[in-house]
């Protein structure tokens, strides 16, 4: 079982920069992909990046590729996600997620491949 409580989240300005962090709990977080997800006011949750257990292995979508990054610090059981240059269309609810992965290099990038979330934390880009 693994709990995930994510912060950071609040308001900015287009073009700048929050850093999210979403807390695990348990003992076996080296263990688990991570990813972030989003979703807008009337639209699906979609990926937006995704991090492997030993953080050897990132993949973003399309649409923050370059501007965003994910990171994990195992140590400490807590994955970040470092927005830069935010436009008001990257404005959602932002989730954390973790799946156990068979290997120390792999990663999920689809919404069902996920076990475990947690709560969100708003992020509102104004222009």
């Known amino acids: 079982q693994v709990r995930l409580a994510e912060s950071g989240g609040g308001l900015v300005q287009a073009g700048g920069s929050l850093r999210l962090s979403c807390a695990a709990s348990?003992?076996?977080?080296?263990?688990?992909?991570m990813g972030w997800f989003r979703q807008a006011p009337g639209k699906e949750r979609e990926f937006v990046a995704a991090?492997?257990?030993?953080?050897?292995?990132?993949y973003y979508a399309d649409s923050v590729s370059g501007r965003f990054t994910i990171s994990r610090d195992n140590a400490k059981n807590t994955v970040f996600l470092q927005m830069r240059s935010l436009k008001p269309e990257d404005t959602a609810v932002y989730y954390c997620?973790?799946?156990?992965?068979?290997?120390?290099?792999?990663?999920?990038?689809?919404?069902?491949?996920?076990?475990?979330w947690g709560q969100g934390t708003q992020v509102t880009v104004s222009s």
């Open positions: 997620a973790a799946e156990e992965s068979s290997s120390e290099n792999y990663y999920y990038t689809m919404k069902y491949e996920y076990d475990y």
């Open positions: 348990g003992r076996t977080f080296s263990r688990y992909a």
């Open positions: 991090i492997s257990p030993s953080g050897g292995s990132e």
